[in-house]
């Protein structure tokens, strides 16, 4: 085969061909671009509609500054390393599994306004995948379609490792919350920037402890989040769906 461009890349190419450590190909390994694209702002989710019952617990007074939210989004990971994740974790080992999981998810998801935005979520979030890879993912048809399992999927067939693929979960949640605390004005867009970097070692320590959870640890770990989340459909007015 015939090698074109410039010597230094055709060096690196074949040092990965002969395994000499520069990115090895041992394995599937999905694109930076791809990886890229999938966590930007941009790819249409539709995440940014959902605050995690960020906007419900403001509206109550429960949230009145930075140290608040702080607390609030740090409490909101715990619950994701308890409630969501062990659901990433199955679902990416055993996609074959993922119809019964999705189930599962239903039924722990009691919270109704929860309950919705996961569906929601896991909705938009399989319509972006399919049109966007339709080359490469096939989904079966699910009851639910609750985001954690649809995610954890997709990543599977994308070819994303179940390392990079629990902490993009992560940071989707930390990145959708700190969208809506500057939505709601209740800090600047830098300071939440600031305070997404703050919480990312928060967020390591937290899939460290919960990665091992299975199916049978689930639990909500945050009452009073979950709580908050509820009450969003009785607010008078309101920007987000949860």
């Not at 409630?83 to 080992?93: D, E, K, N, R, S």
């Not at 490792?161 to 709601?184: D, I, Q, W, Y």
Request: glycine share 8%; net charge negative; proline share 5%.
């Amino acid at each position: 085969m015939k090698v074109t461009g410039n010597p230094k890349f055709r060096i690196l190419a074949r040092s990965r061909n002969l395994g000499l450590g520069v990115l090895p190909d041992l394995e599937p390994r999905i694109s930076d671009f791809t990886l890229w694209q999938l966590v930007d702002s941009a790819f249409p989710t539709g995440g940014f509609a959902h605050s995690a019952g960020l906007e419900a617990a403001w509206q109550h007074g429960e949230i009145k500054n930075r140290t608040e939210l702080i607390s609030f989004v740090e409490a909101g990971v715990h619950q994701l390393g308890h409630a969501a994740l062990p659901f990433v974790i199955a679902a990416h080992a055993e996609p074959e599994r993922l119809e019964e999981f999705d189930a599962l998810c239903d039924a722990f998801t009691t919270n109704h306004v929860a309950n919705r935005a996961s569906r929601a979520q896991g909705k938009a979030f399989l319509s972006a995948v399919q049109r966007i890879f339709a080359a490469v993912l096939e989904m079966p048809v699910l009851p639910f379609n609750h985001f954690p399992g649809v995610f954890a999927v997709a990543m599977k067939a994308l070819d994303v490792p179940g390392e990079t693929a629990k902490r993009l979960f992560f940071f989707n949640h930390l990145r959708g919350v700190m969208a809506s605390a500057v939505r709601l004005n209740i800090v600047g867009p830098m300071d939440a920037q600031a305070i997404q970097n703050q919480l990312g070692a928060i967020a390591e320590e937290v899939l460290k402890q919960c990665e091992s959870l299975t199916l049978d640890d689930v639990a909500q770990t945050s009452p009073l989040l979950d709580l908050w989340q509820g009450g969003q459909d009785r607010l008078y007015s309101r920007l987000f769906q949860s």
